[in-house]
């Protein structure tokens, strides 16, 4: 799948341009990004929550910008669930933490501290956030003392992940679903890539903002010629 070779490209340059020994100021907002992502569902006060909870674990270094830009960056890695992509990520992130240089047990509990919290952000803790804490521990050689209580209910332990997008770039999330729509309803993409393209659209309209903004204006010109541009880069995206 093309939304799939994207993701593992993704991962691949994220890996190498990866300093080989990532500190937690450059890593974190990546990492929380993921565990927010982990459940398959994502709301604004869980941002707003984990946003808190990075402040309060290394304050003013941890910016809630880069903490947005994570989360759209991994939702759209992770959208479409692909259980190859996630494994991929999962030992990424785990990875990078087991080469960290933690300065002292304090940290790498304050860590597993900062993670327990991260999965309880939205009231509930899903099996994968609980999975992932306890491979976390693993990685940093550090044993969890926190507990966490997994919810059973099978409806909240099921994933389905989507492209998540701040509410203020709610014109973009438009921008994207209208791409889409007509390209699968001109037949230049089939029904059944439907979700691919809405990937696919998503990467190429945050990438041309300005240009997504002319498809909702007011000139006919314009309009065509952004129409035009993206349908060609989208269908380029999908191979």
Known sequence: ?????????????????????????????????????????????????????????????????????????VSRLLANFDKTIFEKWEALTLETFSKMNLSSEGE??????????????????????????????????????FELQIDNDPKKNHFEMSCWYLEGTVSQGMVVKLLTDVLVQSGFIPVKKRQECLIASARVVTANAEMSMALLGDNKDARKKAFSYFSKEIRNELG
């Open 1 to 73: 799948m093309a939304s799939a070779n994207a993701s593992a490209k993704f991962i691949d340059n994220f890996k190498r341009s990866r300093p080989a020994s990532a500190n937690l100021v450059q890593f974190l907002p990546f990492a929380a990004a993921f565990m927010c992502c982990i459940d398959g569902e994502i709301s604004e006060s869980e941002i707003e929550k984990i946003s808190e909870l990075g402040k309060k674990f290394l304050g003013k270094k941890f910016a809630k910008k880069e903490l947005i830009q994570a989360v759209e960056e």
């Open 108 to 145: 790498k509990q304050a860590l597993l501290a900062f993670f327990c919290e991260l999965a309880f952000a939205d009231g509930s803790v899903h099996i994968k956030e609980a999975q992932f804490v306890d491979q976390l521990s693993a990685a940093i050689n550090f044993e969890n003392p």
